[in-house]
């Protein structure tokens, strides 16, 4: 920390330091006064949520003499994730208290302005003090009395003004990277998925040489689902795949987390349960619609959240996959499943899906064609993730320097 830079704690700073108000659900109104809650308070930021907004009526806020909060006042969330974020309030139109869980700030401006604050909550040293005060084991959280008791540092209000623009200005260039960052990954993720939807939803039957639709199974030699009843559990043997184990990014199996069952119970099991290189496997139930293709050597079973495709001889396990990833199916599939709290597809919704049938040779060109498209656009998006982390890294690394009287 620079020379002649003052450090107090949080709560002497502070013209008020207190917790908003305890509200039950029973308090609650459709208007009123709004009530801000944990989940507005952004890493810097106020996150409106204007659809979820709760109220209390301006009885009850008397009743239980509420403390009103207003524009440009500080809430610092004693909840996750992560403790101690804080975001200035803005002007929301509206009469406005906060919960108990959200500590009030207003800074004595002879001393401090709430900018500066609200920036060092985002670094590293604020952060480990919060989280060496935190207790609790389900759901971490900071008292208030712990709260008050962080150090933070305190220049001249000049110096702090300094600090603050020069940030302002460096975090307003970066957010335009970001977004440009963003939307190019976007962009290289879209011509990928383009370029699926040009191959498989033009409809098939009219373009020469996607031939004919027809059921999926006729592209198979089975299709089935994942043991329907909870299997034994072992100390080791074999994986068992649940849905959780499925990235829906990347489209793998996650092979890190899963448990075991005994070789004996995996043995029982009937051939078309235990998946084999070649297969495609493809979630069923909640996050349907992802395909896997098992492109390795190894004995695993899985449950009856996600279905199995045994590709027949006259089909490319890859050209498969691409099928499965593609609009054509997906909306299918969309089409057919049921369920309210959480939709399934079922086996024979996914057995009569219509698809293309075609020539192993067009398969091979289809698949030649986009596995290059999805080599590059992999490599795309590994560029542009590399250049978001480094935009964070450098977030941090102004922030750093900024509480350390460096810039």
């Known amino acids: ?73 500080c809430l610092i969330s004693r909840l996750p994730d992560p403790v101690g974020r804080s975001c200035l309030l803005p002007d929301t139109g509206e009469q406005m208290i906060t919960a108990v869980d959200c500590t009030i700030v207003r800074f004595d401006s002879s001393q401090f302005i709430p900018e500066f604050f609200v920036y060092y909550t985002q670094s590293n040293d604020y952060l480990s003090n919060i989280d060496a005060e935190t207790s609790g084991t389900t759901r971490k959280r900071i008292s208030r009395s712990k709260l008050g008791e962080i150090p933070i540092p305190v220049p001249s209000v000049q110096e702090q003004q300094r600090i603050v623009a020069i940030l302002d200005d460096a975090f307003e260039q970066i957010a335009i990277v970001r977004a440009n960052t963003e939307k190019n990954l976007q962009n290289a993720r879209a011509l990928f998925e383009s370029h699926l939807q040009n191959v498989f939803t033009v409809r098939p039957e009219l373009v020469e040489g996607r031939g004919e639709l027809v059921a999926l199974s006729e592209l198979a030699t089975d299709i089935t689902d994942g043991d329907h009843m909870p299997p034994p559990k072992s100390v080791k043997g074999i994986p068992f795949i649940t849905i959780s184990n499925v990235n829906k990014q ?108 075609m020539s192993l040779a067009k398969q091979d060109e289809i698949v030649f064609t986009l596995d290059a498209l999805a080599k590059e656009t992999q490599r795309l998006e590994s560029l542009y993730q590399r250049k978001l982390k480094a935009l964070d890294a450098l977030k941090k690394s102004l922030l750093h320097k900024a509480f350390a009287g460096e810039l």
């Open 1 to 73: 920390m620079k020379a002649g830079w003052q450090v107090k704690p949080l709560a002497a700073i502070c013209k008020i330091f207190a917790d908003g108000d305890w509200i039950e659900s029973k308090d609650q109104s459709a208007k009123g006064v709004r009530l801000i809650q944990t989940g507005n308070v952004g890493k810097g930021f106020f996150k409106d949520r204007g659809e979820k907004a709760r109220y209390i009526s301006k009885e009850t806020f008397a009743r239980l003499r509420c403390t009103e909060i207003f524009e440009n006042d």
């Open 250 to 357: 990347t489209r793998q199996i996650d092979f890190s987390d899963t448990f075991t069952v005994a070789n004996e119970y995996y043995n029982k099991l009937k051939p078309n349960r235990k998946p084999q290189k070649g297969d495609v496997l493809y979630t069923v139930t909640g996050s349907y619609g992802i395909p896997i293709i098992v492109n390795y050597e190894l004995e695993f079973c899985f449950q009856r959240h996600i279905g199995l495709i045994r590709p027949n001889k006259n089909t490319n396990s890859q050209w498969l996959y691409y099928l499965l990833l593609s609009p054509l199916v997906f909306q299918q599939a969309s089409d057919g499943a049921t369920g309210t709290a959480q939709k399934t597809v079922s086996l024979k919704v996914l057995r009569n899906i219509k698809v293309p049938k």
